[in-house]
């Protein structure tokens, strides 16, 4: 059972940066594959960023590339989106995930439905 909490959301002008972070309880946090998803008001969730549970590579989307980072601490149980060049259409309730990976089936999940675990979110308003 792993509990997850995002923070750093707010509000910021368009072209500005956020970090949001997602702490996950538990001791086995690296053996958990991470996601970021975002869900705008009336739009299903979607895929920001994946990373793998060694932290070595990550995928995003094109949506965001170029513009967002994901990484992790896996000594503090905690994985990060930094979010650069901020847009309007950024403007969303994000959301952290894990799915419990082995060593074999360790990869990128840009689905959501392939997640194990979900915190409550947390909002980003980009003004324009």
């Known amino acids: 059972q792993v509990q997850l909490v995002e923070s750093g959301g707010g509000l910021v002008q368009a072209g500005g940066s956020l970090r949001l972070s997602c702490a996950a309880s538990?001791?086995?946090?690296?053996?958990?594959?991470m996601g970021w998803f975002r869900q705008a008001a009336g739009k299903e969730r979607e895929f920001v960023a994946a990373i793998r549970r060694s932290g070595g590579s990550t995928f995003d989307a094109d949506s965001v590339k170029g513009r967002f980072t994901i990484s992790r601490e896996n000594a503090k149980n905690t994985v990060y989106l930094q979010m650069n060049s901020l847009k309007p259409e950024d403007t969303a309730v994000y959301y952290c995930?894990?799915?419990?990976?082995?060593?074999?089936?360790?990869?990128?999940?840009?689905?959501?439905?392939?997640?194990?675990?979900w915190g409550q979110g947390t909002q980003v308003t980009v003004s324009s």
């Open positions: 995930a894990a799915k419990g990976v082995t060593y074999l089936n360790d990869r990128y999940y840009p689905s959501p439905g392939e997640y194990d675990y």
């Open positions: 538990g001791r086995t946090f690296s053996t958990y594959a």
